[in-house]
């Protein structure tokens, strides 16, 4: 989609900081970090959320859980959050579908 950020991100029109890429998804630091490690997962095509998971695209999305697995695995992380937030209440704030992947703290439950 062409105006969105995480399309441009993804194409490299925008500059990130790399964790991981294939030709399915992109891994990148997020800018704000809310934990030691703090990277982002997104699939290359736009999806604007969970919401917007079908049975047409839902690979991409099982292969990024896959993603996750073996990049956290090479980073020796061992504990660590998967958030996805849908929609404004839960706190998206970009709408190109995106998994944080958070370690390296302490974390409670229920979030806040
Ligand atoms: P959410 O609020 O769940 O939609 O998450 C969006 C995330 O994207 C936030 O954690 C932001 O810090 C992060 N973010 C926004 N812009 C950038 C950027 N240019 N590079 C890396 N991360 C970003």
Redesign the pocket.
């Known amino acids: 989609m062409s105006d969105c950020?995480?399309c441009k991100?993804a194409a490299g029109e925008?500059?990130?900081?790399k964790v991981y890429e294939d030709e399915v998804c992109y891994a990148?630091?997020?800018?704000?970090?809310?934990a030691p490690t703090?990277f982002?997962v997104i699939p290359r095509e736009h999806i604007a959320s969970v919401s917007g998971v079908n049975a047409g695209n839902s690979a991409a999305v099982a292969h990024i859980f896959e993603v996750i697995a073996k990049v956290t695995a090479e980073k020796g992380i061992e504990s660590y959050r998967v958030?996805?937030?849908i929609g404004e209440q839960?706190?998206?704030?970009?709408?190109h579908l995106?998994f944080?992947v958070l370690a390296g703290r302490d974390m409670t439950w229920p979030p806040g």
């Open positions: 950020l995480f991100i925008i500059p990130s900081a990148f630091q997020d800018i704000a970090p809310q703090h982002l958030v996805s937030n839960a706190g998206q704030s970009v709408p995106h944080h």
